[in-house]
């Protein structure tokens, strides 16, 4: 059983920047693709940013491409999401997800992916 556990999530001003880390329990870490998505209050849980070691592989949402950066540490099964001109749209909890396998790309949809995080809370505030 893959389990996934963020941190890093906190109160930022507008402009800022947080990283966020999402550990992974298991072996074949690497052997897999990883999402972030985000979720608002009375919102729908919105895509952030995706990788897929197999090709190097990354998707961002509109919204947040060339703001935020994904990437991976497979020597320490850990994915991160790192954050810089935060803006108070960006306040959400935040969740990464995971799926076994090699892939070329890892999609946006989050039925896709199989394995979720307990997520972290991010505020922006102006």
């Known amino acids: 059983q893959v389990q996934l556990v963020e941190s890093g999530g906190g109160l930022v001003q507008a402009g800022g920047s947080l990283r966020l880390s999402c550990a992974a329990s298991?072996?074949?870490?690497?052997?897999?693709?990883m999402g972030w998505f985000r979720q608002a209050p009375g919102k729908d849980r919105e895509f952030v940013a995706a990788l897929s070691w197999s090709g190097g592989s990354t998707n961002y949402a509109d919204s947040v491409k060339g703001r935020f950066t994904i990437s991976r540490d497979n020597a320490k099964n850990t994915v991160y999401l790192q954050m810089n001109s935060l803006k108070p749209e960006d306040t959400a909890v935040y969740y990464c997800?995971?799926?076994?396998?090699?892939?070329?790309?890892?999609?946006?949809?989050?039925?896709?992916?199989?394995?979720w995080g307990q997520g972290t809370q991010v505020t922006v505030s102006s």
């Open positions: 298991g072996r074949t870490f690497s052997n897999s693709a």
């Open positions: 997800a995971s799926r076994n396998g090699v892939f070329a790309s890892a999609p946006m949809r989050p039925s896709w992916y199989d394995h």
